[in-house]
């Protein structure tokens, strides 16, 4: 088969590679529907990641089953699956208690920006539709692999409750999403932060109710002044860099809570100003497992459609476009047809 294979900054390639296999019993090998670029990826394609040896990349996936080891009970062949990027047993103690990407057994999902893609634990991993989905729902349940899953932990861990007054920092696919989570979940207003204008107009049409242009110290005034002095009773902070979780903060109201989902780079907190703050954070890689099956109905019911996200399709050979255009900011998120 042919995928992708990333070899060190800016440099994607698009090349022969052996079709993965079944290779434990509890392994399934499903034929890929659509796949895309992650935010994540970015750090890689920009040099921040270092690239030690060429890698087959991308961890976001949906598609039919192929093939199930000898192990495999819960899902056959020829269904419609969705997973995570991290394969979890999801039965033991951190998968009971809903942390699946923390499972004891847990194991990276890499190079799903294939035609087809192996995936561990496939009992614990993935989730089969009742049927194949119209390919109009593609985007949509592709979206659950991660970034929806990821604005969805990002409102959970920030305990977003009805009525509520939330900040979401960050206007990339995830950020853009945990607008659409707060919302769902019942916040009463939502403050996107962005100053680009089709990603302002996506926050809108998912439910931000203001959106500022201003960054760092400036947003967190403003954010401020919108509340009255007080802060947002929830802050989701979607980028991970040292400006964007210190404005998280500052912007949270004492008592209030963080939830924070993008990977930290070069960040430092400073204990007293933390102290100080009286505020709640979680974090960290979304259990994305935990909500699949909820998030599943909500979109086959057409009540969310996080699909919208992507705004660049491209066919798999193009890949390295793809991530072009999300470096250069020419496109939110980018899907990949095989
Ligand atoms: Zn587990």
């Known amino acids: 088969m042919r995928a992708a294979v990333m070899y060190g900054a800016g440099d994607v390639r698009f090349e022969e590679r052996p079709a993965p296999r079944i290779v434990q019993p509890t392994d399934a090998v499903i034929r890929i529907s659509a796949t895309c670029i992650c ?23 949906c598609g039919v089953v192929e093939e199930v080891g000898s192990a495999v009970t819960s899902v056959k062949r020829g269904q419609f699956v969705i997973g995570s990027f991290f394969a979890s047993d999801n039965t033991c103690q951190h998968c009971q208690a809903g942390y699946q990407s923390s499972c004891q057994h847990r194991e990276l999902v890499g ?3 294939a035609p087809l893609l192996r995936v561990p634990l496939a009992d614990g991993t993935l989730v089969a539709l009742p049927e194949v989905p119209p390919s109009e729902l593609i985007p949509s349940l592709l979206a659950l692999s991660d970034v929806m899953g990821t604005g969805w932990f990002a409102a959970e861990a920030a305990s977003v409750k009805p009525g509520a007054t939330v900040a979401v920092v960050g206007d990339g696919a995830v950020g853009l999403l945990a607008v659409l989570s707060a919302r769902q979940l019942g916040a009463a207003r939502v403050i996107a932060v962005s100053r680009n204008p089709s990603r302002q107009k996506l926050a809108r049409e998912f439910g931000a109710t203001d959106i500022l242009p201003e960054r760092g110290d400036e947003a967190v005034a403003r954010i401020k002044e919108l509340t009255k002095g007080i802060g947002a009773d929830s802050v989701l902070e979607c980028v991970g860099t040292q400006e964007s979780l210190m404005q ?4 949270t109201r004492p008592g209030g809570s963080i939830g924070y989902v993008g990977v930290p780079h070069g960040v430092a907190l400073d204990g007293q100003q933390l102290f100080y703050a009286l505020v709640r954070l979680h974090g960290g890689p979304a259990p994305v497992r935990r909500y699949l099956p909820n998030l599943i109905d909500l979109v086959v019911s057409g009540k969310i459609n ?10 798999l050979d193009q890949v390295a476009e793809g991530y072009r255009a999300m470096d250069q900011r020419r496109a939110i998120k980018t899907l990949l047809r095989p």
């Not at 890689?44 to 961890?59: A, C, D, L, M, W």
């Not at 998280?248 to 912007?251: C, G």
């Not at 996080?306 to 399709?313: E, I, Q, Y």
């Open 39 to 61: 935010g994540s990826d970015l750090w890689s394609y920009r040099g921040i990641n270092q690239i030690k040896e060429p890698t087959p990349f991308g961890h976001e996936y």
């Open 111 to 113: 190079g799903a920006q």
């Open 248 to 251: 998280a903060i500052q912007s």
């Open 306 to 315: 996080p699909g919208k996200v992507f705004d660049l399709t491209l066919p």
